[in-house]
């Protein structure tokens, strides 16, 4: 597993899905000022990334959730990649929005889906895991048996941990913030003292750079 996470780390940072930049903090929506930013979504732009990408996750799939009857990806940034996971194995999709639409018939999940049915998430990248979370409330809430999450990257923080444990759901990432450090670090592509502030950044981001 620790291969497969540095080389998916590795793709991303090629294809500069995700950023480093300790000397000058990127600005998330939330306020938070970070050291690093990922859009996992530029992975769709290049074939053999997002083949690479679907293919890990369907043997996670297949060997984990032999089980599942249903896959569901996390809009907006996991929709794309979770219907080519469902395609390759063959199974249902739908997706499930931040919250409720707020005309038609508010739906939160989109797509068929039925009471009792055996759920996997799919998602594109985990930070705090509030909203990823919500998408399996979302989907517990109609009677479905979450079995679990994938997803691309997560950041490792604690807090995220502590929510996953709490909603009882297990989280399976292609790689992840160690990974990625680890591969930097290889690479030449920080100096030590860059390695320190990232790491301290992840300790408490929230008030990082205030």
């Known amino acids: 597993m620790k291969e497969n996470a540095i080389k998916t780390a590795d793709l991303l940072l090629q294809i500069k899905s995700i950023k480093l930049s300790p000397a000058n903090p990127f600005t998330w929506a939330s306020g938070w000022k970070s050291p690093i930013y990922c859009d996992n979504r530029k992975t769709l732009s290049y074939?053999?990334?997002?083949?690479?990408?679907?293919?890990?996750?369907?043997?996670?799939?297949?060997?984990?959730?032999?089980?599942?009857?249903?896959?569901a990806g996390v809009a907006t940034g996991a929709i794309a990649i979770g219907a080519l996971v469902a395609d390759q194995l063959g199974l249902p999709f739908?997706?499930?929005?931040?919250?409720?639409?707020?005309?038609?018939?508010?739906?939160?999940?989109?797509?068929?889906?039925?009471k009792g049915q055996k759920v996997v998430v799919v998602e594109d990248l985990i930070s705090t895991g509030n909203s990823s979370l919500s998408a399996v409330d979302a989907l517990r809430e109609l009677g479905t048996d979450v079995l679990g999450m994938v997803a691309i990257f997560t950041y490792q923080f604690p807090l995220a941990e502590e929510n996953f444990k709490k909603s009882a759901c297990e989280l399976i990432t292609l790689s992840d913030y160690s990974s990625l450090i680890d591969l930097a670090i290889k690479n030449d592509v920080v100096s030590a003292e860059q390695v320190d502030t990232l790491k301290s950044w992840r300790k408490d981001p929230a008030i990082w750079g205030v």
């Not at 053999?48 to 060997?63: G, H, L, P, Q």
């Open 47 to 71: 074939p053999k990334v997002r083949s690479f990408i679907k293919d890990a996750f369907v043997n996670i799939i297949k060997n984990k959730y032999p089980d599942v009857e249903v896959i």
């Open 94 to 114: 739908v997706y499930v929005r931040s919250k409720p639409k707020g005309h038609g018939m508010g739906n939160q999940v989109e797509g068929f889906i039925k």
